[in-house]
C-alpha cells in the first residue's frame, strides 16, 4: 500500500497529461467528423488530408462510423461527454443558477458525479483533472528555474480566503447582469476553449490574453496565486470538500522534520505542522518527496491538531533529553 | 479579510454590477447581422443559460458555428453564432443533442418538431437584387431549401416568395448566386427588436 500511494504523483502527471492530450485531439476528431460528413475526401487540401488520414488511422479500431459514434466524446472539463455521460462543472451549475435564476434539472444533475466526488476527495479536480493545472504546475517548474538562475521570481502572499470573495462576487455579478460571468475567467473553461478555436477555429480567442496574464501573475507576484488566491473555482470545491473524507496524515513517529514536503507544496500549505486545511487538492506531492514514510492517506472528515515535532528529528530529541 | 470588509468589498460590487450593466452586457450590437443554433432560447434567456461549453461547435458536422470575441458585447462573448452566408445550417439538430443547459433545446430531426420549435430567422427577399424578380429565371434558393413548398415556394419566372414556414436556417442566403445576396435571413432577435 506505502508503494502506492508513493507512486500516486507519477500517476496524477499520468492522468493530467492525457487530459491535456484528448482537449488537443478532440479537435482534431471534430475535424474528421467533417470531413467524414462532407464525404469529400479527393476535395481536402494536403494538410487536411493528413488530419483525415491519421485522425482515421486513430480511430478506426474502435468507431465503425465516426460520424455518429464519435459524438460520445465531446467537450472540455468545464462540460463534456465522456463516452455518452454528460458531465459539467458544478461552478458551471452555480453560475447558471445565478445568472438564469432558474434551476435546469437536466444540467444539474450532469454535474451530480463531480459534487459526489468532490465531496469524498475535495479538491481533487485542481490537482488531478484541471487542464490548466498542466500548464500552471510546469510554470512552476519555470520559477524554480528562474529562483535558481538568480531571477526574481514570485515571493508574496495574500489572503487566502479572497478566492471565496472572487466566487461570491461571480454571482453577484451573474445574477446582476444575466451572463455566466465565471465562463470568461475560469482558466481551465478558458483552456478546453481556446484550444479548440486554435485548431478547428480560426485562432486564439480573448480568453488567452486573460490566461497568458495569469501565468505571469504566478511567476511574478505568488506561487501557484491564481489556484490559490483567485479561482473561483477552487472556491467552489474548497467549500463542498470542507468536510472531505480523505486527507493526507502525517505520522508523528516517523517525521524527521526536514521540511521538503513544504516546500514542494504548491499551495503553500503546512504539511509539517498538520495543516492542510480544505485548500489541499490531495495532489500526493508531498508523499512522495518524503524520505522517510511519514505522510499517507487517511479516512478522517477532520484535520489531525499539530501533533509535535516529528519524533526522528532533532527538535523531539532535545526536547525529551 | 475580516467578514464586516468582505461583506462591504461584496456590497460594493453588487452595486457596481448593477450600474455597469449595460457596459458589461452591452446587449446586441445592432448593425450585426447573425443567427444563434437552431432550437436556440430567445436572446436574453440564451446568454443566461450557455455556459460557453463550445460543445455545440464540437458536433456540427458543417462546421457553421462560431464563437464570439468581443464584437457583439461582453454578453455575448464566446457564445455561439453563425453567419449564413459563409456557412448556413443544415438543421442536423445535433447541437441540441449536445448542448447540456438547454440554451440549445433538443429538437427532434421531423419536420413538425423542427417547425414547432426552430425559431433562427426569417428569410427576406430583396426583389431589386433578386434575379428573377428581373426577368432572369433563377430559382437556386428554392432548390437549397431543405423545407421547400413550407418555407418557399415559387412564382412565375423561379420568383421566391418566403412562407410562414421558414425557420431560418440560412441554406439559401448561403447559395443565393447574386453578390451581394439578393435573399437574407433576419435574425429571430432583430425581428423582436423591431417589433418593440
Known amino acids: ?321 | 479579510m475580516k467578514r464586516r470588509t468582505f461583506v462591504k468589498a461584496l456590497a460594493a460590487t453588487g452595486v457596481s454590477a448593477l450600474l455597469a450593466d449595460n457596459v458589461l452586457a452591452a446587449k446586441n450590437n445592432p448593425s450585426l447581422r447573425f443567427l444563434r443554433p437552431p432550437g436556440s432560447l430567445t436572446e436574453d434567456d440564451f446568454i443566461s443559460r450557455c455556459i460557453r461549453c463550445g460543445k455545440c461547435g464540437e458536433v456540427c458536422p458543417n462546421r457553421c458555428i462560431k464563437y464570439f470575441g468581443f464584437e457583439n458585447g461582453t454578453s455575448s462573448l464566446d457564445t455561439p453564432y453563425i453567419t449564413p452566408r459563409e456557412q448556413a445550417c443544415i438543421l442536423c439538430m445535433k447541437c441540441g443533442d449536445a448542448c447540456p443547459t438547454g440554451a440549445i433545446k433538443p429538437v427532434e430531426r421531423e419536420m413538425q418538431p423542427i417547425l414547432d420549435n426552430v425559431q433562427m430567422g426569417k428569410a427576406r427577399v430583396d426583389v431589386n437584387l433578386c434575379l428573377s424578380f428581373q426577368g432572369k429565371t433563377c430559382g437556386v434558393c428554392y432548390r437549397a431549401c431543405p423545407l421547400q413548398d413550407v418555407a418557399i415556394r415559387t412564382g412565375m419566372l423561379e420568383q421566391p416568395h418566403v412562407l410562414e414556414g421558414c425557420v431560418g436556417c440560412g441554406l439559401c442566403e448561403r447559395s443565393c448566386i447574386q453578390i451581394p445576396q439578393a435573399i437574407k435571413i433576419i435574425p429571430d432577435h432583430t425581428r423582436q427588436q423591431l417589433r418593440t
Open chain 1, 1 to 321: 500500500m506505502k508503494d502506492i500511494v508513493r507512486h500516486l504523483n507519477k500517476v496524477r502527471w499520468g492522468v493530467l497529461t492525457i487530459i491535456f492530450a484528448m482537449l488537443i485531439l478532440l479537435p482534431f476528431l471534430h475535424l474528421y467528423q467533417s470531413y467524414e460528413a462532407a464525404h469529400a475526401y479527393d476535395l481536402l487540401a494536403p494538410s487536411e488530408k493528413s488530419i483525415y488520414d491519421s485522425m482515421e488511422w486513430l480511430t478506426k479500431p474502435f468507431v465503425k462510423d465516426p460520424e455518429v459514434e464519435l459524438n460520445e466524446l465531446k467537450g472540455t472539463t468545464w462540460s463534456g461527454t465522456l463516452f455518452g455521460l454528460k458531465m459539467s462543472d458544478p461552478l458551471a451549475v452555480v453560475g447558471q443558477i445565478a445568472a438564469g435564476k432558474n434551476i435546469y434539472w437536466p444540467f444539474l444533475l450532469t454535474a451530480l458525479i463531480p459534487i459526489l466526488l468532490t465531496v469524498v476527495f475535495g479538491r481533487f479536480f485542481c490537482g488531478w483533472i484541471c487542464p490548466a493545472t498542466f500548464i500552471y504546475e510546469l510554470n512552476d517548474n519555470l520559477a524554480a528555474w528562474m529562483r535558481k538562475a538568480g531571477l526574481p521570481v514570485s515571493k508574496h502572499k495574500l489572503d487566502k480566503r479572497l478566492k471565496y470573495f472572487v466566487l461570491a462576487a461571480g454571482i453577484i455579478i451573474s445574477a446582476a447582469t444575466g451572463m455566466i460571468a465565471f465562463a470568461t475567467m475560469y482558466p481551465p473553461a478558458i483552456i478546453g476553449r481556446e484550444i479548440y478555436y486554435s485548431i478547428a477555429l480560426t485562432g486564439f480567442g480573448t480568453g488567452m490574453v486573460f490566461f497568458l496574464l495569469t501565468l505571469f501573475f504566478d511567476l511574478m507576484v505568488t506561487r501557484r496565486g491564481f489556484c490559490r488566491y483567485v479561482c473561483p473555482g477552487g472556491a467552489l470545491y474548497s467549500l463542498l470538500g470542507w468536510f472531505r473524507l480523505v486527507r493526507i496524515k502525517r505520522d508523528v513517529t516517523q517525521c524527521n522534520d526536514c521540511a521538503k514536503c513544504n516546500v514542494v507544496c504548491q499551495f503553500g500549505l503546512d504539511p509539517l505542522r498538520d495543516d492542510f486545511s480544505q485548500e489541499c487538492n490531495n495532489c500526493t506531492a508531498c508523499i512522495a518527496v518524503c524520505p522517510t514514510d511519514a505522510l499517507s492517506f487517511t479516512l478522517n472528515i477532520k484535520d489531525v491538531p499539530f501533533q509535535g515535532p516529528g519524533h526522528l528529528g532533532h527538535k523531539h530529541k532535545r526536547d525529551e533529553a
